[in-house]
């Protein structure tokens, strides 16, 4: 980037500053964890089906509260249910569900939340005669726009994006918060994201699309590639962070997709955020959350949520029941062994580390476990460094890894089982082999 105005560089600074002390100055000493899962809900045929015709069901619950937002017309609608232990709402396809849990201490206290929320909200699925699926994408319906949810913010996305923001209509990932301190943020970051490749590699499970066998395992991932027409914009990050003023000037050259105009409304900007900054110059507060806005539409593997004060790893598919707890185990193993790991990425792949492991990235979404790996063993070498970074916070954990390593030893990819069961029962038999919830079939 070219020279910046005194008041572009005071605005940037002070953006920097704020994001930085939404995190806690100590790292925690016991991390918490959270867990966003999106599960496609589909009929029995595999259709995408509605999920706002989960709500009077789970409404009749005394101890649920109904969720709004605003429509494309700026009337109130009912997006989905919250109870005090856990939330459920409807994602940016009409077809997927969120269920959302944290943060708790232990993935242990997690998983005993998340397995109430499951068992009212797919039992209000089974009383429909519909499926959610333990699966990445929605195994039959094209990304439309008649899946579109309307919310007012979506149909601004799908004018600022065009038809490749439909795509997350019928995706369903499975990400996870994890606690970090101030000073850990750029080097958390830039490690899951380094490693983003082999959390796809052990978790693509969206190979079968609009009915058929798709060109990628984790179609969740290739088909989001390049969305909004910025490389960088969604998965792999370009390379590692300098520092948080390096991120955030980083964020800021992006292309600045919508902002709120200010009466409930959205207004597309021309150019990156760094364009649409001067207006907010001698406004401290609201330059911080118009970025805070624009960089919520930057969908990195790993990103830091201020908000919250957490690292967002993003890259996993949904998974099947068996394998529900891998992802989130995995990521939080690593980020608590981050200085282990990243020790051994230097020992395994030498100094051009960041490029070997984004072409393995490119190679995992493509193949997922077929990938060549960076060097022989290089996915055990990571397993078994985040099992001991769960083994050192004392609570069990590291038996939520179990089902991956049974995998990486049979060497047997999920995104083939998907591709074994399309051909042995078509879409029915994949829906049936992939619902979670009881009594659905």
């Known amino acids: 980037m070219g020279a910046k105005s005194p008041g572009i560089e005071d605005a940037l600074e002070g953006i920097t500053r704020r994001f930085s002390e939404s995190f806690p100055e100590k790292a925690p000493r016991l991390r918490t964890v959270g867990r966003e899962a999106e599960f496609p809900l589909v009929g029995s045929d595999g259709r995408a089906a509605d999920a706002s015709r989960l709500w009077p069901i789970l409404l009749e619950d005394s101890g649920v509260k109904p969720v709004y937002d605003e429509k494309d017309d700026g009337s109130e609608f009912l997006i989905g249910v919250e109870h005090e232990r856990w939330s459920c709402v409807i994602e940016v396809g009409k077809g997927t569900v969120e269920v959302s849990v944290g943060p708790r201490d232990t993935i242990h206290e997690l998983a005993s939340d998340f397995d109430a929320a499951m068992e009212r909200v797919g039992g209000a699925a089974s009383d429909l005669g519909l499926c959610l699926l333990g699966y990445g994408i929605q195994p039959l319906s094209p990304a439309d726009e008649r899946l579109l949810t309307p919310k007012r913010r979506y149909g601004a996305m799908l004018e600022a994006i065009g038809a490749q923001w439909l795509v997350f209509c019928v995706t369903a990932g499975d990400q996870v918060q994890v606690d970090i301190g101030r000073g850990e943020v750029v080097g958390m970051m830039n490690t ?38 910025e490389a960088n914009r969604h998965g792999a990050a ?32 021309a150019g990156s955020f760094m364009d649409v900054l001067p207006e ?42 068996r394998l529900s707890w891998a992802p989130s185990a995995f990521s939080l193993g690593l980020v608590e062994a981050a200085e282990d790991v990243e020790g051994f990425i230097e020992d395994s792949l030498g100094s051009d580390s960041w490029e070997k492991l984004i072409r393995y990235r490119e190679a995992a979404v493509r193949l997922g476990f077929s990938a060549p790996e ?33 995998r990486l030893e049979a060497n047997r990819d999920a995104s083939d ?25």
């Open 192 to 229: 899951m994201n380094a490693l983003s490749g082999v959390v796809i590699a052990l978790s693509a499970n969206s190979s079968v699309y609009e009915g058929v066998v798709g060109e990628f395992a984790s179609g969740r991932q290739g088909l989001a590639h390049g969305i909004a027409g």
């Open 238 to 269: 370009p390379r590692p962070y300098h520092s948080l003023e390096d991120y955030v000037e980083f964020l800021a050259g992006l292309r600045c997709l919508c902002l709120p105009d200010g009466s409930g409304g959205y207004r597309l900007p």
């Open 280 to 321: 907010f110059c001698g406004d401290p507060g609201s330059a911080y959350e118009a970025f805070l806005f624009h960089e919520h539409y930057v969908w990195s593997d790993a990103r830091p949520r201020a908000r919250i004060g957490t690292l967002e790893v993003r890259p996993a598919c949904q998974q099947t029941a």
């Open 374 to 406: 960076p060097v022989p063993g290089f996915l055990k070498g990571v397993l078994g460094l985040a099992r001991l970074g769960l083994r050192k916070r004392g609570f069990g954990e590291e038996r939520y890894l179990e089902p991956i390593e049974n």
């Open 417 to 441: 089982d998907a591709r074994r069961i399309l051909g042995r029962g078509g879409v029915r038999r994949l829906v049936s082999e992939y619902a979670v919830n009881r009594g659905s079939n």
